[in-house]
């Protein structure tokens, strides 16, 4: 799904209205019919949300408010009367998608009461216009109060709502969430029993980075207009949005086409577009030959997960250089796949193993440094010169990574050869990796640029970045994978995929998704606490043949 920045929305939303001639009040009805439709879903009209306890068949519900020296008791009893909603609008034009929608649920028999926040002096034309329609229905939009008994008289008539509609803020917020805003969103937040639904995006989201700037609302749902924001699927913007409806309001294709939309986020659509084929009549050598360069005395598990995820994920040969006093475990271990010895000091690789690496290496179609390898300085100055002589696609991992940190010039003599990087944050800032002056998408894309590999910038929603500028965000995944290991079947799978000569970009995309659905079905199975990297790679196969329709 193609992802849009907040600057090239704002540009479509031009061109739509000024060259094209659509009305942009006819844009802001579109937005609002969607908002209504996802409110309608979420108190069980259509009944679409699949597990949501329907709020109007709960028992009868009451409480007290109690704000400085004003208290107020409220109660609600589910099922008898109006459906009752709560829209918090800001001045904007995001405030009169607001405003539309609250004069739609209106009319649909919903007691609605729409709360202005901010400077009613400020409205934009739209959303005056939008407040004219509403007062055609009986409603008017009132004042946010700051008068304490006010304060309170909403806070009690908010308790009895079924949802809220959060229409504060859109995709432009680049300052710092204050003041009346900051208590509206509050009070949506107060409330975990009623669910709010944000328009276009959630309110104090950052839309291209998705960093909480200051506060922001937690919604169940979010109704973003015509394509996805990177803001959504990154950073906290990911645990913020909620469910995501991405609603057409309208905007031509002609004219979002004018758009340069490199990044976007990784579904099973593009994966299953990615994976090869594999022939009837091909053989073990048809379907990628591999290497693994990994492993050393105390760290034998993590050349085992990386080969048996790199087997799963369809590699037809692979074969596992190690350290010789690892080799025994290793091998006993890797029954499908071919354990080697290699020379080593300390039991760890030493330069007398660069002859019978890049021996087994001819004749393979990718390769993995790095799993468990372990540090010492003969090992790192073998990895760099490793790094710089071999020709095929090359996947650096793990300790593959940390030795090249300090000799990043080993990769301006990969020019015009395949290489992919797949650090975690930590990894990442060694590398040079700037996290603390710009967001993980804006970095991943610099780096990737800036020293020509594909990056796979590993955690949650894990970022893929081109150096053509490409970036692509994963959307599987749980935090049971957070266990060492996890990383180590991520390179086995990558690996298989570019053997089996996957274009890297979209190798590295369907390995991470893949990566994440094998494990959320390992999750589904044993629980987040309990699963291991191990389960996550016996769930790959399903994870396949679900993506396949098998």
């Known amino acids: 799904m193609k992802l849009a920045f907040a600057a090239q929305m704002k540009e479509m939303d031009r061109v739509a209205i000024e060259e094209r001639g659509i009305p942009s009040l006819d844009l802001m009805e579109r937005a609002a019919e969607g908002i209504a439709d996802v409110v309608g879903d979420l108190a069980g009209e259509q009944g679409i949300s699949a597990g949501r306890e329907k709020k109007l068949f709960l028992p009868e519900v009451s409480g007290e408010i109690l704000i400085g020296d004003c208290r107020r008791t409220w109660k609600k009893t589910p099922g008898q009367g109006e459906r009752r909603v709560a829209v918090f609008v800001g001045p904007g034009n995001n405030g009169g998608d607001g405003v539309a929608a609250a004069r739609l649920l209106k009319e649909r028999g919903w007691d609605a009461a729409v709360f202005l926040v901010g400077d009613r002096s400020r409205l934009t034309p739209d959303t005056a216009a ?39 803020f859109g995709v432009g917020l680049c300052r710092e969430v204050s003041g009346l805003f900051a208590l509206a969103i509050a009070l ?7 669910p709010t639904v944000s328009a276009d995006i959630a309110s104090g989201l950052h839309a291209d980075t998705g960093k909480v700037l200051g506060c922001a609302v937690r919604a169940a749902a979010t109704v973003t207009f015509s394509l996805a924001k990177p803001g959504q699927f990154v950073d906290q913007g990911a645990l913020y949005t909620g469910r995501l409806i991405v609603h057409d309001i309208g905007i031509p294709e002609e004219v979002i086409a004018t758009q340069t939309l490199n990044v976007e986020s990784i579904d099973a659509v593009m994966v299953k577009e990615a994976l090869p084929s594999r022939r ?22 993590a050349p085992v997960l990386a080969a ?26 890797c029954l499908e796949e071919m354990a080697y010895p290699l ?16 021996e087994k290496l001819r ?32 996947l650096l991992d793990a300790d593959g990574i940390n030795a090249l940190c300090a000799h990043m010039d080993s990769l301006y003599q990969r020019a015009g050869r395949v290489t992919v990087l797949t650090p975690h944050d930590g990894e990442f800032a060694r590398l040079g990796g ?36 490409r970036a692509a965000v994963n959307t599987t995944g749980n935090s049971g994978m957070a266990k060492g290991g996890s ?64």
């Open 188 to 194: 949506m937040n107060t409330y975990n029993d009623i």
């Open 308 to 333: 048996h995820a790199c087997a799963r994920m369809g590699a037809g040969l692979v074969t596992v250089g190690t350290p010789s006093s690892a080799w025994g475990v290793v091998a006993g271990k």
């Open 280 to 301: 009837a009549d091909g053989h073990k050598g048809d379907f990628g030959k591999d290497y693994i360069l990994a492993g050393s005395v105390g760290f034998t598990g």
């Open 343 to 358: 020379p080593e000091q300390n039991g760890k690789l030493s330069a007398a193993a660069y002859e019978g690496i890049m």
């Open 487 to 550: 990383g180590d079947a991520l390179s086995g799978m990558l690996l298989a995929l570019l053997g089996q000569g996957v274009e890297p970009y979209a190798a590295a995309c369907a390995a991470v998704w893949l990566h994440g659905r094998a494990g959320d079905r390992a999750a589904q199975e044993l629980g987040e606490v309990s699963m291991l990297p191990s389960d996550l790679i016996g769930q790959i196969a399903a994870a396949v043949m679900e993506l396949q329709g098998r």
């Open 434 to 469: 700037d996290l603390e002056q710009t967001d993980r998408l804006r970095a991943a894309q610099d780096f990737a640029k800036r020293w020509d590999c594909v990056l796979v910038l590993k955690g949650h929603r894990t970022i893929v970045a081109a150096p053509d500028g």
């Open 130 to 168: 939008m407040e004219r329609r509403l007062a055609e229905v009986g409603l008017t939009l009132r004042p946010f109060p700051t008068d304490t008994t006010d304060l309170c008289e909403m806070y009690a008539w908010c308790a009895g709502c079924d949802v809220f509609v959060d229409a504060l």
């Open 363 to 394: 004749g393979c179609d990718a390769a993995l440094i790095g799993p468990g390898l372990g540090r010492s300085g003969e090992s790192d100055a073998l990895l760099c010169r490793l790094v710089s002589v071999i020709q095929q696609p090359l």
